[in-house]
């Protein structure tokens, strides 16, 4: 994958990202990244099952100074902090809106991977005055009969702590169609290992029927649908389905990518995100 010769001098030129936290009202810690310039327009990234703000570590040296980039790791995941209970769509989306008030962002694009992705239909629908954009990636339409999923959550309704290192990397490589840099794919393993096993539970087992799938329709903000037509997890009839279940909403397929099309291709990732939020 290559980039075009600005990408990678701003690449080479840009300090890494530091690590900050944000104190929600609610009791919650939630850790981030924010990244461009103050006055930019704001874009919140939401990562998918088990992993971090480090999700976007390849995308963000990619994107440009005019998008003020916040990369965020909801509870549960990462160092954040994990509570109890709390882990249904409605609850990532009330700890969204709780981070955006913390931040002073009025509204935001909001771009969401798998998890993620659900993480941001959610909040589109409790808060459509606060959503600028939404970009979906690796989404779909609903988990019910999906036989990658369902195996998924049989395997993970049985997990005890500590989860085993090997099913995480055997997960997080069957997202991928194309190698990732494998410094980059050792953190991945290294964030999801961090999640204790009954918020992997909570996560993939308790809210597979709180997908919101019928809502869709009630979406009224400009949405853009990202998919990689190798995805192992969602068929691209699937996606076509979720795309066209939404109003005016554009879909992209990537050729030969896999479910985590932003670690694959975070150059075109980039690129595509900048377009949309320029519009």
């Keep these: 994958m290559s980039s075009s010769g600005n990408s990678d001098s ?28 103050p006055s930019g327009v704001p874009v919140v990234l939401l990562h998918g099952g088990t992993d971090s703000c480090h999700s976007f570590d390849l995308v963000l040296p990619h994107l440009p100074d005019s998008i003020r980039a916040f990369a965020v790791t909801m509870r549960g995941h990462g160092d954040s902090s ?7 769509y409605s609850d990532f989306s009330g700890d969204l809106a709780g ?31 606060r959503t600028a954009g939404l970009v979906l990636i690796g989404a779909f339409a609903g988990q019910a009969g999906n036989p990658a999923i369902i195996e998924l959550t049989e395997a993970v309704s049985k997990f005890t702590d500590p989860v085993d290192e090997g099913f995480v990397r055997e997960f997080q490589i069957s997202t991928l169609a194309q190698p990732v840099p494998p410094a980059f794919l050792e953190r991945v393993i290294s964030e999801s290992l961090k999640v204790p096993a009954r918020v992997w539970r909570e996560m993939f087992v308790g809210i597979r029927d709180d997908d919101a799938a019928s809502e869709l329709r009630k979406l009224s903000v400009p949405t853009l649908v990202l998919s990689g037509e190798k995805d192992a997890f969602v068929p691209p009839g699937e996606v076509a389905r979720l795309a066209s279940t939404i109003p005016g ?13 932003h ?9 595509d995100l900048a377009a949309f939020t320029a519009e």
């Design 10 to 37: 701003r690449e080479e030129s840009r300090a890494p990202a530091i690590v900050q936290s944000a104190h929600l009202a609610n009791g919650v810690t939630l850790q981030y990244v924010e990244q461009g310039n």
């Design 263 to 271: 670690w694959e291709e975070p150059a075109r990732f980039a690129s």
């Design 99 to 129: 981070f955006m008030d913390l931040v002073g962002l009025r509204s935001a694009v909001i771009a969401g991977h798998s998890l993620g992705r659900a993480v941001a239909q959610r909040f589109a629908m409790d808060h459509p005055e």
């Design 249 to 261: 909403a554009r879909l992209v397929f990537y050729p030969e990518i896999g479910h985590a099309l």
């Design 82 to 88: 994990r509570p109890e209970s709390g882990y249904r």
